[in-house]
C-alpha cells in the first residue's frame, strides 16, 4: 500500500506498507515539473502515487532513497517520464 501525504513547501511524505515492513519517504516536487508532466491531469498526490508504483516495478521499497526530489527517478530510470505520461 502507497500512502501520500501532503505537507509544507511542494514536500510529500509517502509511506509504503508491504508485507507489514513499512518504509517511509519525503519527496520534493515543483509545480514546474508537476505540470510538464501531467499539464493538471491528475492531482500532484496521484503523480507521487503513480511515480511509486512505477519505482516498485523495478526496485524493493527499502532500494528506494528515503528524501529526493522527483526529478531524481529520470536521471536512474530514463524511461520514467514516458511511463508516467503513458498512464495519463
Do not use: A, C
Not at 510529500?12 to 513499512?22: D, L, S, Y
Not at 510538464?36 to 496521484?46: A, D, N, V, W, Y
Amino acid at each position: 500500500m502507497i500512502q501520500v501525504k501532503k505537507e509544507n513547501g511542494g514536500k510529500f511524505r509517502v509511506v509504503i506498507e508491504e508485507k507489514g515492513f513499512t518504509t517511509q519517504h519525503l519527496v520534493s516536487l515543483d509545480d514546474g515539473y508537476y505540470e510538464e508532466l501531467t499539464q493538471g491531469k491528475i492531482s500532484k498526490e496521484e503523480l507521487i502515487r503513480r511515480s511509486f508504483t512505477f519505482l516498485l516495478e523495478r526496485e524493493p521499497k527499502e532500494s528506494i532513497l528515503t528524501r529526493f526530489d522527483l526529478k531524481v527517478i529520470n536521471h536512474y530510470f530514463p524511461d520514467f517520464e514516458e511511463k508516467i505520461r503513458e498512464t495519463l
